[in-house]
């Protein structure tokens, strides 16, 4: 943005939101922020931070099927970056026509990424998001064929730059000289590229519900310890005051298990449990409780239609190890 706004040009901005922010997850869990407040936040603080109006729409409902079925594939995780990009370029498209506008553009370096910002990412981005020679990247243009505002003069191409590979060397250099300031540490932060995440989503959509998991699932799998007791049931495990909370009120239909005589973790049974993982679901509850090292603790099972009272014997380690994701 400061690269084109120093030859004058005037911009608009997009940031789309699809849901999976480590940051905004934790908000979303340990704060109790709900996506459209944090939506809200980032379209004001990127608005104010870039001096140019910024839309943050919350698009996470309608990205999860881009991450059922990604044509180009996922990378290392469940990340399904080229498809992801595809999807954010498409949004931008329909902005730059509600405005009327000529052109997009993107801070993408060529090679900061192998998968999505090589030269043939780039292109298949550019292509399949309907934005051939309409798509810019300012930071590095002069490796890249022209696009039509550089032919049209729209955009002085021997103003832009031509930066490559996974250093952020020279935007970092850059950024004081162009004024640039606040701008967040070049880190990761997309959970989809989490591993822990990708066994949690790989789990659940392989145990089918009667629906696909949804954006509030999503925050669940990001959150608490994931025990699989049987192919009809998973528990969360809150570890924290604010997780055990986030369970109490997000997912208060429960069931639920909790155990009243002693300190522990708030647990949300997940499925269609029988007696038998209810009885587990019972023993978990009871071993990350503070009465772990009794013979027995009282557990108390809530919610869904499930009204029940356990004396549960801790589960011990090879359970745990067996169950855990
Ligand atoms: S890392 Fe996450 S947000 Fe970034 S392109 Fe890949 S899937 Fe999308």
Known sequence: MAVLKK????????????????????????EGVPPAQIAEEKSRRFSDLLGIPVEAPDLSREFLEVLRNPRHGYGRNINPCID???????????????LNADFVFTGEVLGQRPMSQNRDALRTVERESGL???????????LLPPTEAEQKGLVDRAKLLDIQGRSRKRQLELAP???VTGYGAPAGGCAL?????????????????PEPPGPEDMFLMSMGRHLRISPR????????LCENEYLESV?????LATTPDHPGPT???IGDPDEADLEAAASVTARYSDGKGMPSVKVIVSGGGVAREFDAAPAGDGDLDRWRI
Not at 84 to 98: D, G, H, L, V
Not at 193 to 209: C, H, I, Q, S, V
Not at 233 to 240: A, D, E, M, P, S
């Open 7 to 30: 030859q004058g040009i005037e911009l608009a901005g997009i940031h789309v939101l699809i849901g999976f922010s480590q940051g905004d997850m934790k908000r979303r869990v340990c």
């Open 84 to 98: 992801c990009k595809i999807f954010m370029m498409r949004k931008a498209r329909e902005r730059m026509e509600a």
């Open 132 to 142: 051939a020679g309409r798509l810019l990247r300012p930071l590095s243009a002069r």
């Open 177 to 179: 000289l162009l004024g």
């Open 193 to 209: 590229t989490d591993e822990n995440f990708a066994k949690r989503y790989l789990d659940r959509t392989g145990y089918p519900g």
């Open 233 to 240: 049931t998973l528990l969360v495990v809150g570890r924290n």
């Open 251 to 255: 997912w208060a239909r429960g069931p």
């Open 267 to 269: 647990v949300l049974i």
